[in-house]
């Protein structure tokens, strides 16, 4: 039975435009793929701790006692585990929001998700051969003169390659802020790009 991790960042919860277009395309994904189990794990509701002093420190020392089975760890092993990933993260501060920087630094572990050869080249352990983030966007970041600009498409694909997930794709909705567009016919269309995703994801 292979699993797909979904993880859920999208903090105006039942108004948010990232989720509608993440639950297409999990229906979606549903259908095509009924033996896939999908596994949700929702930061808005889980809350996860900031890596304060204390944090980082209680981290550190039960990584350097080799205790990788503590349950701390339990979000790093299940996102090493996992056969696809599939990230929902509305467009903030021109990346995403602060929840999703807590997870990430949480499953960040060396040794679970990502390692280091004997040559001291780094090397990663995530299982996962896949990572979708769907995301929505006020304005509009795929232009030659703001792209550059985009920061959080761009820092998840550059963590796959520390994960040792090779396949980053990104499904986005822009331009849903600015009055010029028609909001409607952008949704509906990446409501469409979900569905194709959800058949070859
Ligand atoms: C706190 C916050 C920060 C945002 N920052 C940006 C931004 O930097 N650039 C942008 O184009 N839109 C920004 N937006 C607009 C959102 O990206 C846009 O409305 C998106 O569709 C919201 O997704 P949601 O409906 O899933 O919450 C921001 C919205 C909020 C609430």
Redesign the pocket.
Known sequence: MSELLFVNA???GE?????SLARHFLSAYTQKHPEVTITERNLITERLEPQYPEVLAHRDELWNAGKLDDPSFDAAWQFAKADKIFIAA?????SYPAILKIYLERISVTNITFGYDADGNSVGLSRADKLLLIT????N?SLPETEWMESGARHLKALCAMYGIPDFQLLCAEG??DIRNDKAAILARAMQEAETLAARF
């Open positions: 999208c903090v105006r108004r948010s435009r990232t989720l509305p467009f903030w501060d021109l929505t966007r006020g304005g970041f849903l802020d």
